[in-house]
């Protein structure tokens, strides 16, 4: 069993900042646990824009505080992000999210996230494997 707080991983190597500066994010289950999954809990800052295409993870994302703007950049659909809403990439859909303020959401990701992942020029996320220098802890 596994009990841990999102204020123990504050500072560590699991709390993730952006290199974008836009976003930060605490993950607090990793491909580490080998649960099959991970989950994060993510702020991302007002007046700021992400866009993100997860080509090789399927992500639900809930809103827990917070409004943003989320556009379907495949549809140019747009939806507005609320506490209690709920979003699936399971399309692997290219997305923006334009927050109107702070705003946190909790996130799960398969294949989960080994921790050091960062969007790349494309919005994208790597595929890593914990082989690939992860620490095992």
Known sequence: MIVRSFSDIE???RHVKS???????????LARERAGFSLHETTVYAGTETF?????H??????????????????GEKHWLTPGTMYLLDG??????????????????????TGRE?????????LLTEAEGADTA
């Open 58 to 75: 399927i992500e639900a994302v809930l809103c827990v505080e917070g409004e943003s703007e989320l556009t379907n950049e495949e549809t």
């Open 52 to 56: 993100m295409w997860y080509a090789h």
């Open 118 to 126: 960062d969007h790349d020029e494309n919005g994208t996320y790597p």
């Open 19 to 29: 290199r974008s500066g836009t976003w930060e994010s605490k993950r607090i289950v």
């Open 92 to 113: 692997h859909e290219r997305h923006t999210l334009r927050p109107r303020t702070d705003s946190r959401y909790i996130c799960v990701f398969n294949p989960p996230m």
């Open 11 to 13: 500072g560590t190597d």
